[in-house]
């Protein structure tokens, strides 16, 4: 993209608004805004001047004349000077009113004067190759864009600030230096001067990937933070899948009655806990099918429940019969056999064997605890949290919250310049990998020179994260995922 070239786009989301911005970056962002609008004060960095924005089909000379009736909107221009503005360009943004007729004729005429239709991301990478941003930064303004909870927006707005790129540059710095120390160790073989010992080169490089691999650890739950889960909520009919998921959703996106099989298909919401974008997918009741709709929408929750990152297991703990700890039955009679829960219960939570899961024991209210009943025992040895939870009167969703949010992060706390995409985690895996073989190879006595090359490719894992090294096709992927005009 030929930086000499000026660029110009609409800038606010399509469609009417209060307000709506053209911006033009480039050397000649100035002369053209003069050209599109009639100001009443010349231009000046940093500060917003009024300006008619004229009738294209009116006389020029009448245009020129402030008292005219050639306006058609009236707007603010705000000019900011090179290198001093977000792209590193002159750059000029019109705020009209949000009138698609009025920003469209804008634009056009900007074209018309020689302006360029500004590519997806063009503005944020012209930030970028300015160095007014790094690519971690640059990545984060889109973050920012399409953040969905406070969590995702507090997160792209650290980024932004630069989190990660102070995280990552004592430790590059840490690397440079040991590479540098190196370089002279061959420089000066033939002095039979040693600069650094084997000892030594290893403490360094277990020095640079310590912080590192901290690092990458964090990715889990920035993953987590940045993408979303999906939780799955599955169990026999009639269990109170749907009430539940309408109590999580706070409000009644499901139909509820008391007839088993109400649920004929999954039905999904997006919701936000704690910051983390969740998918709640209800799905039927997992039972052998009565019509053919009913079995295909049992056939779509066990394709919820395996995609599902989270599996919430509600068991109908009002139907459940077990025996106390002393063996009498809860209705007085002969004790019912230990171990009370249904065999397709059983199944289903034997499937959850070493998956991301918990079980509602649901409909507190009108069951008795069961932790003093038989089934205690078996569902003990299912290995999964048991929560008591009631849809009707809203014990244990507060606590069911929690348990969801812990499962799904660990237990691990968001932390500034944590890990978000997979882009930056494969760029601290490389760097970590090639470390790993630059202290391999000096313990198997390989010569300098050959780990160099392992501690230059663990330097461009950290290079290509923050942009220095990226090839112009990964740099293009990148900004092609922008909205135009940012």
């Known amino acids: 993209m030929p930086e000499n070239e000026t660029i110009a786009a609409i800038s606010t989301p399509p469609g009417r608004g209060g307000i709506g911005i053209v911006r033009l970056s480039g050397p000649e962002a100035a002369e ?86 500004a590519e997806p991301g063009e503005f944020t990478q012209r930030a970028f190759l300015s160095g007014r941003l790094d690519l971690t930064q640059a990545e984060a303004v889109r973050d920012l864009i399409e953040a969905q909870t ?31 120390l190196m370089e002279a160790g061959i420089d ?36 987590i933070l940045h993408d979303g889960l999906t939780l799955a909520i599955v169990g026999r009919p009639n269990a109170g899948k749907s009430s539940l998921f309408n109590a999580l959703v706070e409000r009644d996106r499901a139909i509820v009655t008391a007839q088993p099989g109400t ?19 209800d799905t039927a009741g997992l039972r052998e099918g009565q019509d053919e709709a009913e079995r295909m929408g049992i056939a779509r929750s066990r394709e919820a429940l395996a995609d599902a990152a989270i599996v919430l297991m509600v068991l109908d703990g009002s139907e459940i019969v077990g025996v106390e700890l002393g063996g009498a039955d809860l209705n007085g009679s002969e004790p019912a056999r230990p171990g009370s829960l249904s065999e397709e219960d059983r199944v289903l939570a034997n499937s959850l064997a070493g998956r991301p899961a918990l079980i509602a024991w649901n409909k507190a209210d009108l069951a008795a605890d069961w932790r003093s009943r038989a089934v205690a025992g078996e569902l003990a040895r299912f290995g999964l949290p048991v929560l008591e939870t009631s849809a009707v009167s809203g014990a244990g969703i507060a606590e069911l919250r929690s348990a969801i949010v812990s499962l799904a992060t660990g237990g691990a706390a968001a932390e500034p310049g944590m890990l978000t995409s997979a882009r930056h985690h494969q760029a601290i895996q490389t760097a970590i990998a090639g470390l790993d073989e630059a202290a391999q190879a000096v313990a198997g006595g390989i010569p300098h020179e050959m780990i160099l090359l392992d501690l230059y490719r663990a330097l461009w894992g950290l290079d290509s994260l923050t942009g220095q090294t990226t090839p112009d096709d990964v740099l293009n992927l990148i900004f092609s995922t922008f909205c135009i005009g940012k």
């Open 150 to 180: 406070m969590a995702q927006a507090r997160l792209a707005a650290t980024q932004m600030g630069g989190a990660l790129s102070r995280r990552v540059l004592p430790v590059k710095n840490d690397l440079l230096e040991l590479i540098a």
């Open 32 to 117: 053209y805004a003069a050209a599109l609008v009639r100001l009443r004060q010349p231009l000046e960095h940093g500060r917003a001047r009024l300006a008619d924005v004229l009738d294209p089909e009116s006389d020029p000379e009448l245009a020129a004349v402030e008292d005219s009736n050639t306006r058609i909107d009236e707007a603010l221009v705000t000019y900011f000077a090179a290198p001093n503005s977000y792209t590193g360009d002159d750059l000029v943004e019109i705020a009209a009113h949000g009138s698609p007729v009025v920003l469209n004729t804008l634009l056009q005429a900007a074209l018309g004067l020689g302006a360029r239709l």
């Open 263 to 281: 649920t004929r298909d999954t039905v999904s919401e997006r919701i936000a806990l704690e910051g983390i974008p969740l998918e709640l997918v």
């Open 188 to 223: 000066f073989a033939e002095d039979d001067l040693s600069v650094a010992s084997d000892e030594e080169i290893v403490g360094r490089i277990a020095g640079v990937r310590a912080p590192l691999a901290a690092l990458e650890a964090t990715f889990a739950h920035g993953r």
